[in-house]
């Protein structure tokens, strides 16, 4: 079986709350809810976390190194300067897919550019809470060639 750590990153816990016109109407326990669902019907095994502290999600990162064949990632702001996210999700060192609810790229300039990508199998944005359930999708084909 597939095991996935789900990382949420700063502010992502105010889903359904903060910027509505932005990130959705879906609360965080919906999204959370969606993606246990999608993770069942693949038979894909999920830890799903959330933190607002850089330090504690490259901790996560670190502690489910062993654990985990994939991480999908929604950075938030983090996305734009987090170096050391960067550099902990580059030692994990396997499959990492960087979601985001709205498009960055339709958004204020700086959010524009992702230090995570480059370190990503994938970035998959713009498609509201969809996006973390296409990273679902993306894993489950990746590791199903």
């Known amino acids: 079986m597939i095991k ?6 700063p502010n992502l816990n105010l889903l359904g709350v903060r910027e509505p016109n932005i990130y959705g109407r879906v609360d965080f326990q919906t999204l959370n809810n969606l993606i246990l669902q999608k993770a069942k019907e ?20 670190q502690e489910y190194r062993d654990w985990a064949d994939a ?3 929604n950075p938030g702001a983090l996305t734009h300067y987090s170096y050391s996210l960067r550099d902990a999700l580059l030692a994990f060192g396997k499959p990492v897919i960087e979601v985001h609810i709205s498009n960055i790229y339709k958004r204020e300039e700086f959010r524009h550019h992702s230090v995570i990508a480059p370190v990503a199998l994938g970035q998959i944005s713009g498609f509201g809470v969809n996006s973390y359930l296409l ?8 590791f199903n060639k």
């Open 71 to 73: 991480i999908i990632i």
């Open 42 to 61: 693949r038979e894909i095994e999920v830890e799903i976390k959330q933190s607002n502290f850089e330090g504690q999600l490259i901790d996560w990162i």
């Open 4 to 9: 996935v750590l789900v990382l949420h990153g």
């Open 135 to 142: 990273a679902l999708e993306a894993i489950f084909l990746y």
